[in-house]
C-alpha cells in the first residue's frame, strides 16, 4: 500500500497549457504540501494545506494553485506552463503539528 | 535564501567504514532538525531528527549529532553498508511554524563495496 501517492509520475507538456498534479495520502494525516525540487536539487516547500486552510504559501507564482477536495487530496493546479516550472515536484503529508513528513515518489514536469 | 546548506554535493567511502554527512544552517531560531534518504526516483524518506535540546541522537547504524554553536549538524553512519548508497537530504524547522521545513541541496553517498 502507497502511503503518499502521485499522479502522473512524468508529464511533458507545452508551453502555455493549464496542467494538473494529483496527490493522495491514505495516512489520516491532515496537513499535506506540496514542494519543487529545482535544477540546483533543492527542495523548496511550495505549499501546506491543514484541514483545508492554506498555512504556508511562499514566493510562488499564483499560476500555481493548490486544490484539496477532502483531507487526503491535495492537487496542484499549474495554469500558462512556462519553461521555468520544469522540475521535480513532490507532495508529501504529516499530522498536525507532527515532526516527520511523509513524501510520494515525485511528478517530473517538463515544458518544452 | 538558502538557510540550510549540504556543501558536499557527493561523497563516497568504502563498505564498512564510516560515513559522514554535514550539515550548516544559517537561521539560529531553528529547533528541530531532520536527515531524510532519497533513492532515484522515489520521495525522500524520513531517518533520524533530533531536536535542539539535544547533541546526540543514535538509531542503529545511524547518529546524528548537532553543534548550536556552530550551526552544524552531521550525520554519522557506521558501518557503511551498499544499500546506504543514496542521495541525503539535511532539514530543518523553526518553533514557530512545524510546516515550514527548510531541505539543503542533499549530498549523494556512494558505499562501494
Known amino acids: 500500500d502507497t502511503a503518499v501517492s502521485q499522479t502522473p509520475k512524468y508529464l511533458v507538456t507545452q508551453m502555455g497549457n493549464d496542467k494538473s498534479i494529483k496527490c493522495e495520502q491514505n495516512?489520516?494525516?491532515?496537513?499535506m504540501y506540496w514542494y519543487k525540487q529545482d535544477s540546483k536539487k533543492f527542495l523548496k516547500i511550495m505549499f501546506s494545506y491543514n484541514n483545508k486552510e492554506l498555512i504556508i504559501n511562499e514566493t510562488v507564482p499564483n499560476r500555481f494553485s493548490p486544490k484539496s477536495p477532502d483531507k487526503a487530496h491535495l492537487n496542484l493546479h499549474i495554469n500558462s506552463l512556462e519553461l521555468g516550472d520544469s522540475a521535480v515536484y513532490f507532495c508529501?503529508?504529516?499530522?498536525?503539528?507532527?515532526?516527520?513528513?511523509?513524501f510520494g515518489p515525485g511528478t517530473r514536469l517538463t515544458v518544452l | 535564501d538558502q538557510q540550510v546548506k549540504q556543501n558536499s554535493p557527493s561523497l563516497s567511502v568504502q563498505e564498512g567504514r564510516i560515513s559522514i554527512l554535514n550539515c550548516d544552517y544559517t537561521n539560529s531560531m531553528f529547533d528541530y532538525f531532520l536527515w531524510y534518504k532519497k533513492y532515484p526516483a522515489e520521495g525522500p524518506t524520513f531517518l533520524i531528527s533530533?531536536?535542539?535540546?539535544?547533541d546526540k541522537n543514535e538509531d542503529g547504524r545511524f547518529t546524528v549529532f548537532l553543534n548550536k554553536s556552530a550551526k552544524h549538524l552531521s550525520l554519522h553512519i557506521v558501518p557503511s553498508q551498499p544499500g546506504d548508497s543514496a542521495v541525503y537530504f539535511c532539514a530543518a524547522r523553526p518553533p514557530y511554524n512545524n510546516n515550514d521545513m527548510r531541505f539543503g541541496a542533499g549530498t549523494r553517498l556512494t558505499v562501494k563495496p
Open positions: 495516512l489520516g494525516h491532515d496537513t
Open positions: 508529501a503529508s504529516s499530522r498536525s503539528g507532527g515532526n516527520e513528513q511523509f
Open positions: 533530533i531536536s535542539s535540546i539535544k
